[in-house]
């Protein structure tokens, strides 16, 4: 499956967009992953990278916050691809564009994310390294990951 990408601001968003980016993130963090807030104040210092279908459904989803926002260097989170289209390589495809934007973004930085335990070797493979100890949020193991540039 091919998706059109869009990379924008949080107020260039449009509604519908919007809408469409929360309701994905709570179909798989609130519904399959758990009771917490999605919205924790970072969406407004964020880009936000949409991949949508050619029909213009929204299959895929991140932000990248601000470097100095939540961590000192830019960061990735709220990656999510759609239920039905998990294991089709969407996720290496999204995580891939969401890294060549801010690399774009944020020409040199290194960029950190607090990944999920269990998808440590996914992460891995897209060039990240553990930095620190497990840790739960949101009651799921989590572990910061950096990716160097180069």
């Not at 998990?86 to 290194?110: D, F, I, K, S, Y």
């Amino acid at each position: 499956m091919t998706l059109r990408w869009r990379w924008c601001r949080f107020d260039e968003l449009g509604v519908h967009e919007l809408y469409d980016l929360l309701a994905l993130r709570c179909r798989v963090f609130v519904l399959e992953q758990g009771p917490y807030l999605d919205p924790d104040g970072l969406d407004r210092q964020a880009w936000h990278l949409q991949g949508r279908d050619a029909e213009g459904r929204l299959q895929a989803c991140l932000r990248a916050v601000e470097p100095g926002a939540k961590y000192t260097e830019p960061s990735i989170g709220r990656v999510v691809t759609a239920p039905e289209v998990r294991g089709t390589g969407l996720g290496r495809a999204l995580m891939h564009e969401g890294l060549a934007r801010c690399r774009a973004q944020w020409p040199g930085a290194p960029v950190r994310i607090s990944a999920q335990a269990r998808l440590r070797r996914f992460y891995e493979s897209l060039g990240f390294v553990a930095d620190g100890a497990e840790y739960l949020e949101d009651n799921i193991p989590h572990r910061q990951m950096v990716r160097r540039p180069g």
